[in-house]
């Protein structure tokens, strides 16, 4: 089965920097890469996610990139926000298996200081 | 419109106990999923349910069963609480597994102690 692998897994930035977040997966015919935002206490939410014809996708401040050669996906938030501080799971879905059907990463908890 | 809703959002156990935690989604959707998160491991599929009438095995299926009871509800049980167990249990729905959209739509999570 699929195997995703997630770093760091603490973040800590300055208000105004920027946070990269990467990911790696095992299976080559995986189709399809969403993250999820948790916030303390709360339910995990989709921020952005990114189809396997697509090499980077942008919204706001936040971008993924995916290296299908190298099976490694990765977040980009520009000009951090305490807002953002929470915890991020990347995910993977394999070709053959259903979109909800995902294998997430063990999180990454970012804190982004004032 | 509530979106996902579980029940009950905390729940303590003695080991050898038996439970269900509930599952509805008011948004149509055809797909349902259980998950649990521990510390340091993600989000980790239990069991999941494709359309109404179909039932399937996650990563973690063991100790547990399920019930897609309607289009609209999905619970998830415990015959024999056990501590590796405890945890915070996660109801997702998505519209249809098969569509290019994908996202999940979490309820706000059942933490479960088995002690």
């Known amino acids: 089965g699929e195997n995703v692998e997630q770093h760091p897994s603490t973040l800590s930035v300055q208000e105004g920097d920027s946070a990269v977040i990467k990911c790696t997966y095992s299976?080559?015919?995986?189709?399809?890469f969403p993250w999820y935002k948790q916030e303390l206490g709360k339910r995990p939410q989709l921020i952005i996610d990114i189809r396997s014809n697509v090499g980077e996708k942008k919204d706001q401040r936040i971008a993924v990139t995916l290296n299908k050669t190298a099976k490694h996906f990765s977040l980009h938030i520009t000009e951090t926000q305490p807002e953002d501080s929470a915890v991020y799971f990347c995910a993977a879905r394999d070709g053959g298996t259903s979109y909800g059907k995902l294998t997430f990463g063990q999180g990454t908890i970012l804190t982004v200081h004032p | 419109n509530a979106g996902v809703t579980q029940t009950p959002k905390f729940q303590v156990l003695k080991t050898g106990q038996s439970m269900t935690l509930q599952c509805a989604q008011d948004m149509n959707h055809n797909s349902m999923y259980w998950y649990r998160q521990d510390p340091g491991m993600g989000l980790r599929l239990i069991y999941y349910?494709?359309?109404?009438?179909?039932?399937d095995k996650g990563e973690v299926p063991n100790g547990y069963n399920v019930s897609r009871l309607n289009k609209r509800e999905f619970s998830l049980r415990l015959e024999s609480a056990a501590p590796s167990q405890t945890s915070v249990y996660f109801c997702?729905?998505?519209?249809?597994?098969?569509?290019?959209?994908?996202?999940?739509?979490f309820g706000e999570g059942s933490r479960l102690t088995v002690l």
């Open positions: 349910s494709a359309s109404e009438g179909t039932t």
């Open positions: 299976d080559s015919a995986s189709n399809y």
């Open positions: 997702a729905s998505s519209r249809d597994e098969t569509t290019v959209t994908g996202e999940l739509f």
